[in-house]
């Protein structure tokens, strides 16, 4: 079984920086696609940024520019590197990855419990 764990998060002003780090452990044969997801208060999940093992990314058009997603494959991380932060990026952040554990036969999808990034006007 896999399990994700994000840290990071935080208060922060508009304008300011955050880093996300994702961690995953347990029993891991392969880590595919792994993403950062986020949901505002009264709102749906929305894809924030995605990147592929071998590193290709996209990005929402809300945060092009602004955030930038990347992985260690060695460590089994996933960053996300959020800069100019607006108060509409106040969310709870998810970590969202495709795991293959040892011992069964392919590819889950695992979220993380997410983290709370709150930024003030």
């Known amino acids: 079984q896999v399990t994700l764990v994000e840290s990071g998060g935080g208060l922060v002003q508009a304008g300011g920086s955050l880093r996300l780090s994702c961690v995953a452990s347990?029993?891991?044969?392969?880590?595919?696609?792994m993403a950062w997801y986020r949901q505002a208060p009264g709102k749906q999940r929305e894809l924030v940024a995605a990147?592929?093992?071998?590193?290709?990314?996209n990005y929402a058009n809300s945060v092009k520019g602004r955030f930038t997603i990347s992985r260690d494959n060695a460590k089994n991380m996933l960053f996300l590197q959020m800069n100019s932060l607006k108060p509409d990026d106040t969310a709870l952040y998810y970590c969202?990855?495709?795991?293959?554990?040892?011992?069964?036969?392919?590819?889950?999808?695992?979220w993380g419990q997410g983290i709370l990034v709150n930024v003030s006007s």
């Open positions: 347990g029993t891991i044969f392969s880590i595919n696609a």
């Open positions: 969202n990855a495709n795991t293959w554990a040892v011992g069964t036969v392919g590819y889950l999808e695992v």
């Open positions: 990147i592929t093992r071998s590193g290709s990314t």
